[in-house]
């Protein structure tokens, strides 16, 4: 059963940089195809696609996001981070991880998701 | 920048069928785009409905259906339920890793 779950501060206040820490069971990023995704929701919005790592670490970012953000993995703490720096309040949302197979491109499972809110 | 689109919100009777529809801003959405679709119900985590254009996710009801319409990725229910009423995302892969989700359409069932 492969499950995610997303941890990091509920609150930050702008200029800071926030770290997400995505924490997955039942599948491992050194088995080939695997990938980690992250997704965000600002609230009453749509989602957004942010981020995504492969298992052989090829990285991959939102064109409009990329200069704030870096994607990393802990393949021995079955974990991916994801830091995003500058933070603003429109920034303020649900933030997803989810796994995604190399080759389908669709996100087949998905973690509960945490809320940031971003405020002095 | 491309934009994927989605109508921002429609209707069906109960029993009835829709077909919500997800494009590109400019060109066409193909096979090649990988369309994929995903249920949201409020305060919940999205749930993954439909891939690579037409495959049921595992427990999905076979009243939803995933299609390409002309140059439009398609969702369609078909004799809709109460419980359908959520937001719907469709997801396009638009190469060199990157994925991108169109607005959302809210449906409502009434």
Known sequence: Q??????????????????????????????SRMCVTWIRQPPGKALEWLARIDWDDDKYYSTSLKTRLTISKDTS???VVLTMTNMDPVDTATYYCARI????????SWGQGTLVTVSS | ?????QEPSFSVSPGGTVTLTCGLSSGSVSTNSFPSWYQQTPGQAPRTLIYTTNTLSSGVPDRFSGSILGNKAALTITGAQADDESDYYCVLYMGSGISLFGGGTKLTVL
């Open chain 1, 2 to 31: 492969v499950t995610l779950r997303e941890s990091g501060p509920a609150l930050v206040k702008p200029t800071q940089t926030l770290t997400l820490t995505c924490t997955f069971s039942g599948f491992s990023l050194s088995t």
């Open chain 1, 77 to 79: 703490k079955n974990q």
């Open chain 1, 101 to 108: 197979r190399s080759g389908s491109y669709f996100f087949d």
């Open chain 2, 1 to 5: 920048q491309t934009v994927v689109t």
